[in-house]
């Protein structure tokens, strides 16, 4: 008989792929995947290796979904650079200075009045922008936390640690479905 090694099912995830900003969570996913499988494998065959084993391609299901949730990060991060938020508030003084020199002057200024309202909705879409990039990083690393403490919470069922493994092979499965909606929401 030959065994043959199992594949990783994560070896075409790379790291890489995300920014820099972003890589600690998706390097921190890969690890707690490995480390679930490593815990997995050392359990005790029965009831719960079992259960830990059905709930191992969720653990890896989770592990992608945080590296897809870095890349559309990363996609949003990069419209915000194509916005350039520093020219937009430094066009955005500039008409304003312009503008309360007219004031100052007497002069009416139409022109830059409309263009100050113009770069001022213009600002308010990239702060927009903004504000969507650090709740998605801020989420991602929230849901990357997560996924270590399901790793944990596998290692406490696995050591037969009654305390905290009493009733708890369901909330590895409940902390799973919780992880998966935080990625969803990130979508």
Known sequence: MVLRRARDPLTDLDP????????????AALDAARRYDAIVGRCAPGPVRDRLEALRTDVH??????????????????????????QATRRLKEVRRQLARAEEDGRDAPDLRDAAESLDRQLGSVH?????VDRAAEELHRVQLRLGEVVALAGALAADLPEVAADRIGGVADELQALRLALAELG
Not at 16 to 23: K, L, N, T, W
Not at 64 to 86: I, K, M
């Open 16 to 27: 890489s792929r995300v920014s820099a900003g972003r890589r600690p969570d998706a390097v």
């Open 61 to 86: 299901a989770a592990v992608r979904e945080v590296f897809d949730a870095a890349e559309r990060t990363d996609r949003r991060a990069a419209t915000l650079g194509d916005l350039d938020p520093d």
């Open 128 to 132: 927009a922008v903004w504000d969507a």
